[in-house]
């Protein structure tokens, strides 16, 4: 194990955000889900007792009838905002104090960094560019990504949960989201940030990084293994096994939710349907291409004269 | 003219000093009780007639006492506080229901815009100049390193809060009717957050910057249709002198237009849209029945 190779990743100044991103997520993961499983215990009892159903308050937060249900902003709420104020300023400074912003050489175009990163946030993009052509990892796919998040609203059509943590009222919702969020992009993220060395290879924690290493890895695009040449062979075959890939995953989630949520099928409009599924299929899509590229050494699924996919 | 002066003071001096100076009386308790008899109408305009001065008065127009008619002015009377409502939920400000993520990210806003525009006051956005300026600010200026770093970091941590602030919402239904719209100005907000951390990125104009930046800016030339190496790119026209690469760098390559460019977007035009966004978001809130909860849970049995 090369310790000091992942302290460097570790230590280098811009990449400190990302521990603290990884300390944050799972605490308010933690914060979150303890107020959800909360939430469905109470729910569950409610279920089971119409007559507390009339009567409970219907929160997990103290309670007590003489309470008046709001309070004042003044000074509630304000003096929690300027706690929060100050608490936020004086860790500022503190980090501000103790961690310098890196500053490299002047900027040389003829001295190519290896690797040469985006800023870390967009990590997980880069890490896209492993598995697609740049115009999808960079364009769609953020495109979609942005597209999806604002879909969201008007394709939940559950009325259960607002205004409150819930897993057993939400789970596919809340699934979705936590794959995508945690999965597509937090560890896309650490993957491309603490994983990927020189040439953009792939550096196991503790591997040391080597300049001189050489990629013996080969890849082949899918329709190569299934010895199909020619342009417009490999075009039909790539559609096809898209559309049938589209389409198996499309119709699995379908059964899935016949049989676990019947009513939220009922519940959505023929176009919300579509437009739920055609986002949820794009996302299986790049888990395949992922682990196809990763596992089996598959470049391309669709291959054609102007553009791969 | 030194005489004249001299004059003058003194005898402006005489005309003030002679009321504080009473006669002498026999014993010193008296003496005492005479200024405090004197320092009791300043004693009473400290301990609360200033309120009731025409000045005061016209910049506090109520009382600080702990009234709810007060308390409720105190914020709708205040133009900075008047975003918030008189009341709200008892459960909303618990700190473990919203973790304040959405007012930490726009404090963390404020403290940008605040040490932005102080790190303005030393910076030129020139080929050259730029990487020397941030040396003067880490060694000259008189706390630059500090102002440098903190702008940094917080840009860094509104990232992560805005993506925290973002799972809040969605883990709490926030985004349900009837907040569906809000949810899209705020999808919106992340990606000018991220935006406005990328084109920060270029400004030191050193390896880091200027790679991170090339690569992230080659992603636009493979632009479909727009893009001169995207699907459709160059049988519609597009080189590497025309595309919409071209039009975000101002050139072909990461240089001083790029750099020009990237501080235009950064200090000026994506915070104005950034702010205008923010602004709906707050209004939005307040016009869509203040923040979600902590609602009372709902049961399936009695969905409609």
């Not at chain 1, 040439?199 to 890895?217: I, K, S």
């Not at chain 2, 016209?58 to 900075?80: C, G, M, Q, T, Y």
């Amino acid at each position: 194990m090369d310790w000091e190779q992942i302290w460097k990743l570790v230590a280098l100044p811009d990449n400190v955000p990302i521990v603290l991103l990884l300390v944050l997520l799972p605490f308010y993961l933690w914060m979150a889900f303890s107020q959800a499983f909360k939430n469905d215990r109470l729910i569950a009892r409610l279920e089971a007792d119409p007559d507390l159903r009339k009567t409970h308050h219907r929160t997990t937060f103290p309670h007590h009838p003489s309470w008046a249900p709001t309070v004042h902003v003044w000074p509630h709420l304000l003096k929690r905002e300027f706690i929060a104020m100050i608490i936020v300023t004086a860790f500022m400074i503190v980090w501000s104090i103790c961690l310098d912003a890196p500053l490299e050489e002047p900027a040389n175009p003829n001295l190519t960094m290896n690797p040469s990163k985006a800023p870390w946030y967009f990590l997980g993009l880069q890490e896209l560019l492993v598995y697609f052509d740049p115009w999808i990892a960079g364009v769609v796919l953020p495109s979609i990504i942005l597209g999806g998040l604002m879909a969201i609203p008007y394709i939940d059509t559950n009325p259960l949960g607002n205004g409150y943590y819930t897993w057993k009222q939400r789970k596919f919702a809340v699934g979705t989201f936590l794959f995508g969020f945690i999965v597509l992009w937090v560890v896309m993220v650490v993957i491309g940030t603490f994983i990927r060395g020189p040439g953009w290879l792939w550096f196991w924690p503790g591997q040391t990084w080597d300049h001189h290493r050489v990629d013996h890895e080969v890849n082949y695009d899918l329709h190569a293994y299934f010895g199909i040449e020619g342009t417009w062979p490999t075009f039909f075959f790539g559609l096809g096994f898209l559309l049938a890939l589209g389409g198996i995953t499309g119709a699995l989630t379908h059964l899935f939710l016949k049989k676990c949520y019947p009513r939220m099928l009922q519940s959505m409009s023929k176009l919300q349907y579509i437009v739920m599924m055609q986002f949820w299929v794009f996302q299986i899509i790049v888990v395949v291409k992922v682990i196809a590229r990763l596992v089996f050494h598959v470049k391309n699924f669709w291959v054609t004269p102007w553009f791969n996919v | 003219m030194s005489h004249d002066d001299h004059g003058h003071g003194h005898g402006h001096g005489a005309g003030t000093e002679a009321p504080e100076a009473p006669p002498v009386n026999d014993t010193e308790g008296s003496l005492l009780n005479a200024l405090r008899a004197k320092a009791e109408p300043l004693k009473k305009f400290m301990g609360g007639e200033y309120k009731e001065t025409q000045v005061w008065k016209s910049i506090f127009r109520h009382k600080l006492d702990k009234s709810h008619r007060n308390r409720s002015l105190a914020v709708l009377s205040n133009v900075f506080l008047h975003l918030h409502p008189a009341r709200i939920n008892r459960n909303a400000v618990r700190y473990n229901f919203t973790w304040g993520m959405g007012g930490i990210t726009f404090y963390l806003f404020v403290l940008l815009t605040l040490t932005g525009t102080l790190l303005m006051f030393y910076f030129h956005p020139s080929k050259g100049q730029a990487y020397k300026d941030i040396m003067y600010l880490q060694n000259d200026v008189p706390f630059g390193n500090l102002l440098r770093n903190m702008h940094r970091w917080s840009a860094h941590a509104m990232v992560i809060t805005t993506w925290i602030h973002m799972m809040r919402v969605f883990l709490t239904g926030s985004y349900k009717p009837p907040r569906e719209f809000n949810w899209n100005i705020g999808v919106l907000l992340l990606l000018f957050t991220m935006l406005l951390s990328f084109t920060g990125y270029l400004l030191p104009d050193d390896q880091l910057g200027f790679w991170a930046v090339t690569v992230g800016t080659n992603m636009a030339r493979a632009t479909p249709i727009l893009g001169h190496e995207g699907p459709l790119g160059p049988e519609l026209g597009f080189t590497a002198f025309n595309d919409v690469r071209f039009a975000l760098l101002g050139g072909s390559v990461v240089d001083a237009n790029a750099l020009l460019r990237a501080y235009i977007w950064h200090c000026i035009a994506i915070p104005i849209i950034a702010a205008v966004l923010m602004i709906v978001h707050f209004w939005r809130i307040r016009k869509d029945g203040a923040i979600s909860g902590h609602a009372p849970v709902m049961l399936e049995s009695e969905v409609k």
